[in-house]
């Protein structure tokens, strides 16, 4: 059976696209039912949890440093990543859109498995940019959770504090979901249909990840 390349590629793009367009329809209605907002509200209350005890300067340091180093492995893994695939993908790049034999410029013809490396190469451009965000909003709270709790400049970035822990965890998500996002896009470079598969497959395991849901309610 001959496989229609581009309308697997519409197929695998639409699945996930689908996908993040109801997930942005269910946070609007209801984002109490959705792990990364719930989440996000965590972070909020631990840091005005530690913000009240005094003598906790340490612990909050530690805490924001292990989260930091988590996101500076994930900004790390996005541009390894980022630089393989653009090793992989200049060459057809050149060919696509560089000079025809008569040296004048060709007429760009994109092939499927083009356009998906180049959604690949957005994947792990957006991860790389949410993951150092992450990693600049995590070093900023770590000064602000390191200040003594009674002092008043402690007090007058508290509010900041809090905003800041909570950006950082959203975009340390962010970051983790775009590389999540990449296995169908792999999978279609080695096979149209086995895209079609990998949505499918991630879109069946999102569901349970931002789902919020405690086990013993």
Known sequence: MTTNPWLAAIVTLGM????????????????????HTTHASLREDWFAAISAQPGSE??????????????????????????????LTAPALHATLGEGATGTA?????????????????????????????VRYYHHAGFIGGM????????????AG????????????????????????????LHPLAGVAGALAVVIA???FDRYRIENE
């Open 58 to 87: 340490i612990l909050a340091v530690q805490t924001l440093r292990n989260s930091l180093m988590s996101a500076t492995m994930t900004a790390s893994t996005a541009v390894l990543g980022l630089m393989g695939a653009l090793s």
């Open 206 to 208: 999102l569901t349970q």
């Open 106 to 134: 060709a007429w760009p013809h994109f092939t499927p498995r083009l356009a998906m490396e180049l959604v690949l190469l957005c994947l792990l451009f957006a991860s790389l940019v949410a993951s150092v965000m992450a």
């Open 16 to 35: 996930v696209a689908a996908y993040e367009g109801w997930l942005a329809a269910v946070q609007r209605r209801a984002p109490g039912r959705l792990a």
């Open 162 to 189: 809090s905003a800041y822990v909570r950006k950082a965890g959203l975009l340390y998500s962010w970051g983790l979901r775009q590389l999540i996002l990449l296995v169908p896009v792999v999978t279609f470079v």
């Open 148 to 159: 003594p709790v009674g002092a008043p400049q402690r007090q007058r970035w508290a509010a």
